[in-house]
């Protein structure tokens, strides 16, 4: 059984850095491409970045040179790191693993198989 558990969120002011960590096991975590999603209250999960297998990554267009993911197989993690935060980045981020090797970047919440618990993040003016 996969487990993902996410770490790192807190209360920061605009403008702040963050780096979100989660860690994997039950899985091969090198297998998977790993995604970071976000829920804000009373919105939909969206897609933040994800990388693959293989190292491709993807970024929402609203995060795109602000945040950066990566990977560390032989640590099971992977990380977000979050600069020049907004207080629309405010939201519960969840990591999730994909285990079919695609070609491209996942983007949808269907396409991934295993979540975690989110972690909040929010952020003040």
């Known amino acids: 059984q996969v487990q993902l558990v996410e770490s790192g969120g807190g209360l920061v002011q605009a403008g702040d850095s963050l780096r979100l960590s989660c860690a994997a096991s039950g899985g091969p975590f090198s297998d998977y491409t790993m995604g970071w999603f976000r829920q804000a209250p009373g919105k939909e999960r969206e897609f933040v970045a994800a990388?693959?297998?293989?190292?491709?990554?993807g970024y929402a267009e609203s995060v795109k040179g602000r945040f950066t993911i990566s990977r560390d197989n032989a640590k099971n993690t992977v990380y977000l790191q979050m600069m020049s935060l907004k207080p629309e980045d405010t939201a519960v981020y969840y990591c999730?693993?994909?285990?079919?090797?695609?070609?491209?970047?996942?983007?949808?919440?269907?396409?991934?198989?295993?979540w975690g618990q989110g972690t909040q993040v929010t952020v003040t003016v």
């Open positions: 990388i693959s297998w293989i190292g491709l990554s």
């Open positions: 999730a693993a994909d285990k079919n090797k695609r070609g491209i970047v996942p983007r949808t919440t269907l396409q991934y198989d295993y």
